[in-house]
């Protein structure tokens, strides 16, 4: 399962990672963030060491998500090195199209 970050632990937990994080902005209220969730949870369970997956719920933590510009939900970063090196913007329901876009983002130079 996805750790949920905060405004407060987003620093930490994504900025200052020694590895790539892929953050998922989502809302409860927000039907492909849930759809995703299920191939999200299991990304994050086999690819544990390779990446780290967490959760920034959108109407909770209006900082981290304005200061990125996210507009639409579900909205993937992945960040490398404390940068945005991969973005996609809506819901990716199969665990397979997940994994293909995490390994080429995470392949590529920041």
Not at 29 to 57: N, R, S
Not at 69 to 88: D, E, W
Request: charged share 25%.
């Amino acid at each position: 399962m996805a750790n949920a970050v905060t405004d407060a632990s987003f620093d930490d937990e994504v900025l200052k990672s020694n590895e790539p994080v892929l953050v998922d902005f989502h809302a409860t209220w927000c039907g492909p963030c849930k759809a995703m969730a299920p191939a999200l949870d299991q990304v994050a369970k086999e690819m544990t060491g390779k990446i780290k997956v967490v959760k920034v719920d959108v109407d909770e933590n209006p900082r981290v998500t304005g200061t990125y510009g996210i507009r639409a939900m579900p909205t993937l970063l992945i960040f490398k090195a404390g940068k945005v090196a991969a973005q996609h913007t809506g819901a990716i329901v199969q665990k397979k199209k997940l994994e293909d876009w995490i390994n080429s983002s995470v392949a590529a130079s920041v």
